[in-house]
């Protein structure tokens, strides 16, 4: 018979039981892994393990932190979407505000119609809904349309001397601008005239 691969005429048989039969006492390691890895070999084994499992959870975080940011994007757009759909409801009701408005400057808002009115704008209101734009305000281009423009002794800045429509506004958000009539300093006027002149 020729030798074998192993360098024996015999078999070998390795014995990778966890328990020895002889003694029935637990093996730490089994008898053939100590003979088959050298460890050079078993450095170069744990060395590349760890590489992996360095990549492996390098990937975990990457794909967390992009759900993560995934998840942040869907929430902050599903609340625009939402603010964005209240607010196109809201504008199509300020018609409905400004009748009720007229209609109790006029005294003609009462019985249940006034009810119907005071539930209407608290609905509204609980919606995030609020009217600005009062008599005497400094005047604000970003907040106010002024509709009429003229001069007077008894302002000191811009201002709002009347109020022509009441402006709307969610949150910061600016639905329609109050639109107002607005009165200048009357020495605004001659400065800038003497300047022309000049």
């Known amino acids: 018979m020729p030798p074998r691969d192993n360098g024996h005429d015999e078999p070998v048989i390795r014995d990778n039981r966890k328990i ?3 003694t029935g006492q637990v093996r730490d390691t089994p008898v053939a892994d100590e003979a ?21 959870t390098a990937d975990l975080q ?20 939402r603010e964005q759909a209240v607010a196109g409801a809201l504008v199509e009701l300020l018609p409905v505000l400004d009748d009720i408005g007229r209609a ?9 119609f006034a009810k119907v009115a005071e539930s209407l704008e608290s609905a509204l209101t609980k919606l995030g809904l609020s009217a600005f734009g009062q008599k005497g305000e400094p005047f604000d281009p970003t907040v106010h349309e002024a509709l009429m423009h003229s001069y007077s002794s008894d302002v000191t800045e811009p201002t709002a001397i009347e109020v022509l429509q009441p402006g709307y506004r969610m949150g ?22 003497d300047d022309d002149e000049n």
């Open 20 to 22: 020895d039969p002889e």
């Open 36 to 56: 088959a890895q050298p460890p050079a070999a078993e450095a170069l084994a744990n060395g590349e393990l760890e590489a992996q499992l360095a990549e492996r």
């Open 62 to 81: 990457r794909l967390q932190a992009e759900y993560v940011n995934y998840r942040r994007r869907v929430e902050r757009d599903r609340a625009a979407v």
């Open 104 to 112: 109790r400057d006029h005294g003609e808002l009462t019985g249940g």
């Open 172 to 193: 910061d958000r600016v639905l329609r601008p109050a639109r107002v009539a607005v009165a200048e300093p009357e020495d605004a006027t001659p400065a800038s005239n």
